[in-house]
Nanobody
Framework: QVQLVESGGGLVQAGESLRLSCAASELILGLGDMGWYRQAPGKQRELVATIGRGGTTNYADSVKGRFTISRDNAKNTIYLQMNSLKPEDTAVYYC????????WGQGTQVTVSS
């Protein structure tokens, strides 16, 4: 059973930055790709960014150039650095990984005011 715990969300103004963290209960080198997803009110959950064990990254078009996903294998933690935040980035952000099945964190709220 993999546990994922997100932190770092909050309320910021447009143009500001936040860094989200996701700490895993297992060695992340033993897990599949890890990623961040988000879900805004009334919308489906969508991919934000993923990172592979080798460091390969993938981003949604809406966040390319503004968000950076990274991993610290020694801390079993992944991060999402979010710069130039926009009101449309407001959502609950979830950490995700896969080990025989998908695992999700509890989510952290990000609210961007205009």
């Amino acid at each position: 059973q993999v546990q994922l715990v997100e932190s770092g969300g909050g309320l910021v103004q447009a143009g500001e930055s936040l860094r989200l963290s996701c700490a895993a209960s297992e060695l992340i080198l033993g897990l599949g790709d890890m990623g961040w997803y988000r879900q805004a009110p009334g919308k489906q959950r969508e991919l934000v960014a993923t990172i592979g064990r080798g460091g390969t990254t993938n981003y949604a078009d809406s966040v390319k150039g503004r968000f950076t996903i990274s991993r610290d294998n020694a801390k079993n933690t992944i991060y999402l650095q979010m710069n130039s935040l926009k009101p449309e980035d407001t959502a609950v952000y979830y950490c995700n990984t896969f080990l025989f099945r998908a695992y999700w964190g509890q989510g952290t709220q990000v609210t961007v005011s205009s």
